[in-house]
């Protein structure tokens, strides 16, 4: 099965700080997915990435593939209170339907 | 458009006890899943549905668990008998295909007592 590897298992920043999470995957990718969620709540997909270099934006969230080394990174730049939550990268492997998760990013942001 | 609807948002059973759950995925898509997240961990896939079809099962523990997509749009999943392990929140996805993001629903938590 798909093994994926976050890390930090959580992080606390001060508001308007940056911040990074990695995901590395142990398979070759067919895409890579990130998602934020609240607390006891679904899942709010955010992007995907599938070709080496990638790099996608929304809002202040920014997110790139390396594909050579199968790792993927989350960048916050000048985090607020709503940026707090847990982060989950998601991957399909080549050749795959299924979509495998990391243990998640618990990401708390200090006023 | 309507997301991913899943019901009830929470359910609180005795052991022993049966449970089921409801997922209405976005119109058109075809490709179903759900999922099992246990605290602190990443949601594991149990089941995946192509239209009607099971096309992974592999990780659905087939002794109390079962799952059908009837006309291959809703699906319920259930637990019969459920135990205290079972407590955790089971969320439904849907998607077109795998180009595409998975949509999730809000998920249904399931506390066994």
Redesign the interface.
């Known amino acids: 099965s798909q093994e994926l590897e976050q890390s930090p298992q959580s992080l606390i920043v001060q508001e308007g700080k940056n911040l990074t999470i990695n995901c590395t995957s142990s398979k070759t990718l067919y895409g890579l997915y990130w998602y934020k969620q609240k607390y006891g709540e679904g899942l709010i997909f955010l992007m995907m990435l599938q070709k080496g270099g990638e790099e996608k934006s929304h809002e202040k969230i920014t997110a790139k593939l390396d594909e050579k080394k199968q790792q993927s990174s989350l960048h916050i730049t000048a985090s607020q209170p709503s940026h707090a939550g847990i982060y989950l990268c998601g991957a399909v492997a080549r050749g795959d339907y299924k979509l495998s998760f990391g243990a998640g990013t618990t990401v708390t942001v200090r006023a | 458009e309507a997301g ?1 609807v ?1 019901s009830p948002r929470y359910k609180i059973i005795e052991k022993k006890q049966p449970v089921a759950f409801w997922c209405n995925p976005i119109s058109g898509h075809n ?1 179903l ?1 759900w999922y099992r997240q246990n605290l ?6 149990l089941i ?1 549905y192509e239209n009607e079809e099971a ?2 099962d592999s990780q659905l523990p087939k002794d109390r668990f079962s799952a059908e997509r009837l006309k291959g749009v809703d699906s319920t999943l259930k637990i019969q008998p459920a135990e205290l392990g079972d407590s955790a ?1 089971y ?1 439904c ?1 849907s998607s077109p295909d ?10 249904t ?1 399931l506390t066994v007592v």
């Open positions: 991913v899943q490709t899943y602190g961990q990443g949601p594991e896939l995946r096309v992974d929140v969320l996805a795998r180009t595409y993001g998975y949509t999730f629903g809000s998920g938590r």
